[in-house]
């Protein structure tokens, strides 16, 4: 491999996080840091795929563990790791705590106001920052776990980033996605991470003003992206599906503790409201399921978007399938047209990861949501055997 050609596609989805490394060669790349090298080859043989990639993996391992024990990083460093984060399923959550741990200690969150002055170092540490802020986030607040990454000056003023002279329209990318990310922070810091906790009263209104937020920031960014010539139109539409997954996670809190007493003794109007908040899930869900399923410039994307977005799909399918028992009879749902694009949705995941690597996340993720529908169809003979319907 002589160039970055094919994995600096690869890794554009991403805000282009090679860096000032996209242009340079594999052989340049490799004489400066042989982990970041080894992060490179063991993702591309993850999606192109190859045979190499449990040699390579293994070996990205092995230059890796030594971190954690060392006092000597460079930022190749903390941009491998989150490499190997944003990708390799099974170590990310490893990954991205080294990242963040080694991101504060080289000071990148310190670099932000020399970046607004024009400093090319700084303007690339300080994005570099953003990146591990974005990465931490993926792997943390989706799972119930408190990021690791804080609100620093680069995060609070995060558009002020957009005025530096050397920045790209990635970069605006990379300032939406860390906007978003610091709202849903907003939302697991109000409302906690225990889903058997139900929603308070006072908390309703709070997750109304989030919605809100959520709907201003897609305002704001809907219409900013043109075509990428790497990615297409994937700027413009991962707003949007990127909004969705935010307002599910949002408005998914409306299921916590929903078989819990305060939950089932609730005022009228506060009841109505919950339901509300709910159906408007439900719909985020099944936007996320018709965007995958619709729109084959979006098919084409799961082979280099990192392992958050195969997690965000599995939830809107999980989602979609808890809903009836939760809310049978306030929630508006279509049960055969949910079943109809759970079905397309396996069919159209299998042939996207048909020709992946096997141990790509997706193909698990795949299987996962082929064994549920298996499932739901056998309940669902059984139910119209006795003559129910399964999904009330």
Known sequence: MDDLSTTDVLFHPVYQILGDHSPATLGH???????????????????????DL??????FVALSAPLSFSRRHTVDDVRALCIGAFWLSDLSRSLVGLAVRIATELQLHKRFSKALQGYRSH??????????????HHFSVPYGRPPMARESEAVRDARKFLD??????????????????????????????????????ADIPQVRRFSIVLDSLRAEWGDKFNRNAYVGNYPRKGVGIQYHFAKLYLCSHALHGAGSSHAKYRAPDVALELEEIANTA?????????????????????NG??????????????????????????????????QRLMLSLAMVLKGVTATMHPHHFLVSITEGID???QRSRMVTGAAQAGGMDPLQ
């Open 29 to 51: 790349i490799r004489e400066v840091s042989p982990l970041l090298t080894t992060a490179i080859c063991a993702v591309g043989a993850l999606h192109l795929p190859s045979p």
């Open 54 to 59: 449990e040699i390579l993996y293994k070996e």
């Open 123 to 136: 303007y690339s540490r300080t994005r570099l920052y953003m990146l591990v802020y974005a990465c931490d």
């Open 164 to 201: 530096c002279t050397h920045a790209t329209e990635d970069d605006a990318r990379l300032v939406n996605q860390v906007l978003r990310w610091s709202i849903c922070t907003n939302f697991y810091d109000t409302f906690g991470a225990d889903v058997d906790r139900p929603l308070s009263d």
């Open 282 to 302: 439900v719909l985020s869900a099944l936007s996320i399921l018709r965007a995958v399923i619709s729109d084959t410039e979006i098919q084409s994307y799961p």
């Open 305 to 338: 978007l990192p392992t958050y977005f195969d997690i965000m799909i599995a939830f809107a399918v999980v989602f979609l399938l808890k809903v009836p028992t939760h809310f049978s009879t306030s929630v508006q749902l279509d049960n055969q047209e949910i």
């Open 371 to 373: 064994d549920l529908l």
